[in-house]
């Protein structure tokens, strides 16, 4: 288990960069935004399937490699979007290697909340479709706020469980 005690699912969302379209993300750390929803320590981790290929001319993750071991970084308006203070961002960039995370279909990356990660704009002709679970500690609901609704422990089932249920 990557957090090292019980996890609940916290969200799942599904990533569309659309073809010829753009979709950039802003370096950040997730825990820059969910610290906020009031969960008191980073025991947060996220599994991103790719759904479609994934690779740098459709717009992949990119991520600082060690990133997730410098604590939360300062959060502000980047754009439309919250981005790790870009100050700080520029002299890591210089700092720590930056992986391009390429994934075939159905290959899943597991990362820590305070993994700095990006995307460049999606300028080819193919889609980048990726499903991102996001998991939290038991031992870290929200002090303050309701998080993402309540958490539920998670069920083990065997593997053709969804064979079953279909
Ligand atoms: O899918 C992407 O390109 C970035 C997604 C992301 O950074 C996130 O969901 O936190």
Redesign the pocket.
Known sequence: MLLREEPYHWHS?V?L?EAEKG?A?EW?Q?YGYWYHDGCPYPRMV?A?LALDEATREN?C?KVMVGSHLLGRLEHGREGSQMGADPQRVKALEDKLPILYVEAKPGSVLFFHCNLL???EPNFSERPRI?Y?CCYNALSNIPVIGEGHGKPVRIQSVSDDAILRFA
Do not use: F, Q, R
């Open positions: 969302k990533m960069k979709g993300w950040h997730d996220s991103m717009g993750l990660h990006a995307s990726a991102i």
